[in-house]
């Protein structure tokens, strides 16, 4: 039998679709195989190249049969999908797998350590905390003016609300009193657990060099610096910064024909949680920055003609070409001269 090559594996949770290739593209494998069986078998195999999509459970599995010698790759789903033939089965998703992971302009994505996907993990957490924070105050706020409590937006106003009902809960149904004191209690965990993760963050942040110097970057604090240090385990696997930005969505979307370039909003493709980390990074520098920052003075002069929330995603992009800049060739941020 000819040597196999290739490999389209399709993983799920408990049944895994197989496809193995030659190096003449001959095809030598079609096989299914449960999840515990899947290490042996691959343990039997002479070294090569095995292809995945990079979705839940894929980090795991490439680290794992890199550890057996294969060679891994991680792509896409979005870009294996054109690949698949006909209809939408294991067999011939592994097939297109098998058939994309060959070819010489396809994007990877770098595999991740178990350490990067636990501080990911953090931030996914702390995500959802923060939602979960936002949708106990609008539920506090919203049951608190039928009964005419009306505070205003931010935290301060949240603190004023809670004063309010413990003022006037007396004059208040029992059932109302037990339903949003039951929120406040709510609030208050939620609120705790959203801090000791932060502090978790953080002092990963300090420990970790790479984090540290993109912390160094006006509009990148220690969330987003290790969101970003996290998640890009290698910087150099994009060519340029504007690969960097379009990977997150921060490019515009270019819908072009006949000669006619037409750019419209960005994509939002890619990572939705660092996009939205950078452009609040940016909205703060517009804001809070000193004069003489550089950053500070190019959205000055963009403001003067433009919206500020364009000038925020603007300098997000900017801001996110810097940092390919910093991680790609391992350096320090170094402010421009005026």
Request: with cysteine; proline share 4%.
């Amino acid at each position: 039998m000819e040597q196999l090559t290739t490999i389209g594996l399709d993983i799920a949770k408990n049944v895994f679709q197989l496809h193995g290739v030659d190096a003449a593209g001959n095809v030598l494998l079609r096989k299914q195989l449960r999840r515990g069986d899947v290490l042996r078998f691959f343990s039997g195999l002479s070294p090569c190249l095995v292809g995945m999509e990079a979705c839940a459970t894929a980090h795991y599995w490439a680290r794992e049969l890199a550890k057996l010698g294969h060679t891994v790759r991680l792509m896409p789903p979005a870009y294996v999908k054109p690949y698949v033939k006909r209809g939408k089965t294991d067999a011939a998703d592994a097939e297109a797998i098998a058939e994309a992971v060959t070819r010489p302009t396809m994007r990877f994505v770098a595999v991740k350590t178990a350490e990067q996907q636990a501080v990911l993990m953090l931030h996914k957490v702390r995500d959802l905390l923060v939602r979960q924070r936002t949708m106990l105050i609008n539920a506090l706020r919203g049951h608190l003016a039928e009964f005419g409590i009306i505070a205003a937006r931010g935290p301060g106003g949240v603190t004023a609300a809670i004063v309010a009902l413990h003022e006037m809960q007396d004059s208040m149904p029992v059932l109302a009193r037990v339903a949003l004191h039951g929120l406040v209690d709510q609030l208050r965990i939620v609120r705790d657990e959203v801090v000791k993760v932060e502090k978790r963050i953080v002092a990963q942040h300090r420990a970790d060099d790479a984090s540290r110097r993109l912390a160094t970057i006006p509009g990148i604090g220690p969330i987003t610096a290790s969101a970003i240090a996290a998640a890009v385990p290698d910087a150099t696997l994009f060519k340029s910064g504007r690969q960097f930005a379009a990977w997150l969505g921060l490019t515009p979307r270019t819908h072009s024909s006949g000669g006619k370039e037409r750019l419209v909003g960005i994509t939002k493709q890619g990572d939705g949680y660092i996009r939205r980390l950078l452009v609040i990074g940016a909205t703060a520098v517009i804001r809070l920055a000193r004069q003489d920052n550089a950053s500070k003075s190019w959205a000055a002069k963009l403001l003067e003609r433009k919206s500020a929330r364009l000038v925020s995603v603007a300098l997000a992009n900017k801001t996110a070409r810097i940092a390919w800049a910093l991680l790609a060739r391992n350096q320090s941020y170094v402010a421009p001269a005026m």
